[in-house]
């Protein structure tokens, strides 16, 4: 009997899809990280993902976890506070050895940061070429080949801005769960509503879940409560607009190396407390996203 052999694109574009229409970027299945616990944190542009990332990571590493922070942005910055300076990003360093990725070593794109935390920057394909899922996959296969991620406790994504393409999505595809940034105002919760939509998207062919939410620069939580009820999220941690987390930027520092305060002290505790939170393991959501109208008629006519 003769088998008709299928390409492993064909079985991807036929059993694999991420949706109806999809063009996503898949998995490569020998591409999974391992043992590590593996979180992606998304949210609005300039909603504080970088900041949040950050603490997060050293509040895990405070714990006595080993730490890898992962940065999908072309801007390159989420690991700045914890490496005071701006990283080469993994496609700066494949470029400079013309894509011969059995050239690098390590310490040509793993930079140990503040309290131990280990910092990787994907960084992004040239303006208006390529792939943002290239990128992501790239990266993943230099740890592997190098053997980082095996003594990694928890692997930390911080994903560019709104997730609106399958490229930038690439993460949940290795993450167990997606945590969400948001402000209490309209345009965040527009934002993570999308976020929710790709979320689920990834939930049908990977393991990536809900894990919660995290109100950042909010003083009031109303608008996220609402949104959360309606659909079934719940927020983890709240952090409030607090001059000393926009100055810990400036500063080039965490917020665990800021002078001490008892505002700060309650912020740090937070990071601390989620860190150990998660650590633990939360329940996975469902959450039924809306339509942009229902969000509309939901929050934006009060």
């Given amino acids: 009997m003769t088998m008709t052999h299928i390409p492993v694109t064909e079985i991807q574009r036929t059993r694999r899809a991420d949706g109806e229409g999809s063009v996503q970027v898949q998995l490569d299945p020998s591409l999974k990280i391992g043992n590590a ?13 970088s900041t949040t990332s950050s603490n997060l990571s050293v509040a895990f590493s405070k714990l006595g976890k080993r730490v890898l922070q992962i940065g999908c942005d072309p801007k390159h910055d989420s690991t700045f506070t914890l490496t005071k300076k701006l990283m080469p990003t993994v496609i700066d360093v494949l470029e400079s050895v013309n894509f011969h990725a059995e050239e690098l070593r390590p310490e040509d794109f793993v930079y140990e940061g503040y309290n131990g935390v280990m910092c990787v920057e994907a960084g992004g394909p040239p303006a208006g070429t390529g792939c943002g899922g290239y990128v992501v996959g790239q990266t993943v296969k230099l740890l592997k080949e190098h053997h980082l991620l095996e003594d990694t406790d928890v692997v930390i ?3 560019l801005g709104d997730v609106v393409c399958g490229g930038f999505a690439a993460p949940l595809q290795h993450a167990d769960r997606a945590l969400i940034v948001t402000a209490n105002d309209f345009d965040s919760i527009f934002a993570m509503n999308r976020i929710v939509q790709a979320i689920g998207a990834k939930a049908k062919n990977y393991n990536v879940r809900l894990g919660g939410v995290i109100a950042n620069r909010s003083a009031a939580t109303d608008q996220i409560d609402k949104f959360n009820e309606r659909i079934g999220l ?8 607090l001059d000393v987390i ?12 800021m002078e001490a305060s008892p505002e700060l002290e309650a912020v740090q505790n937070e990071y601390l ?14 959450a039924e996203p809306m339509k942009d109208r229902e969000i509309f008629d939901l929050l934006g006519f009060d």
Avoid: C, H, N, Q
Avoid at 234 to 241: E, G, I, S, V, Y
């Fill in 246 to 257: 926009r100055r810990s930027r400036l500063k080039k520092a965490t917020l665990f190396e």
């Fill in 37 to 49: 616990k593996v979180f992606a944190i998304y949210g609005k542009g300039g909603i504080g993902k």
């Fill in 273 to 286: 407390r989620l860190a150990a939170s998660l650590w633990v393991g939360t329940e996975p959501l469902y």
């Fill in 157 to 159: 994504f911080d994903v």
């Fill in 234 to 241: 719940r927020t983890m941690a709240r952090f409030p607009d």
